[in-house]
């Protein structure tokens, strides 16, 4: 039988969290102004979450760890129609490690294939990662108009920060070391601004710091024509075509073995809806230490702009980023690495 405590309006003020809970699942549920503070969770049985929040409103994690889990099961879930502004922030999720070939050991989900057209509106902000092996996707947005920022990805990860339904994600000043994966993205109007990424060193092409995919359909059927959210529950969702999005400000800094950023990744031979109307600018690649190439063109896509990046190092290349775009710099550039848990560390 299922272990859990769960938490609602009737019985928020009756329930009192143990400091470490290593022996249930915790779901928030359909809760408004909820804060869980200062726990410890290490919940470890195969096929559940630590703490799941369903349709729940203003809801804040703050200065807890999430630690120890070797089984499949997510460390967070948010799902709901009716989710919206939760926070999660200042948390530790730290030795996620079930097999990393086995989908369902994410760090965080926000969102589910029916809720991609939901616009969540949750923030995960000055987070830190250590040692989350168990899924290809570190992050796994599957909703709509989240932020995730200031956090970062320590160089023993191995997966992704990914908006793989929906769209309209911010992600910025994220700061992502040594082996750890990198960005993926699917969808629309995101925005992928000021990331830091140092020593990204995998060599599989879903795994660079930085990959725009190949989607197999044109918008995500829970959005409408105009990248809007339809902002309520839906029936399936889409890999959609990566469109209106915008890379700007970003820096990669001796990332070896592969392309920086790779463009038009196609996950399957059915997926052919390739990047189209991007904006890729004012990106700078930093290789003084190892052979590091900006970009490479796997799909290129129709109207997207590449311009004002820059370049600096002997062993740095543009790869396939179009000449006119980029300009390579005698002297190294000032660059402001994002505040984070790692600079704290």
Known sequence: M?????????NRDRIQLDDEIDDEVVVLDSLRGYTIRNKTFSFNRSGEDMLELRNCVDCKIIDCTFKDKDTIGNFIHIRGANSKHNLIENCKFMNQTQDEDTNGGEAIIIGLDDFSGCRYETTVRKCEFINCT???EIISVKSADNVIENNCIRADCDGNITVRHGGRTTIQNNVLEGSAG????LGCDNKIIGNYHNGNNNRSQKRRPLIIQVGDRERDPNFRDNCSPRDEEGNG????KVVGNTIEGNIYENCSRGPCVVWGWQQERGHRERPEDNTFRKNILI????DSEFLEFIHRGEDNTFKDNKMHGRRASRGDLPEDSVERL???PDITIPDTPCRAS
């Open 330 to 332: 005698d002297n190294r």
């Open 182 to 185: 990198g960005i993926r993205i």
């Open 134 to 136: 168990g899924d290809p």
């Open 287 to 290: 290789a003084d230490e190892v």
């Open 237 to 240: 969702a889409a890999h959609a």
């Open 2 to 10: 299922k272990r859990m405590v769960r938490i609602t309006e009737q």
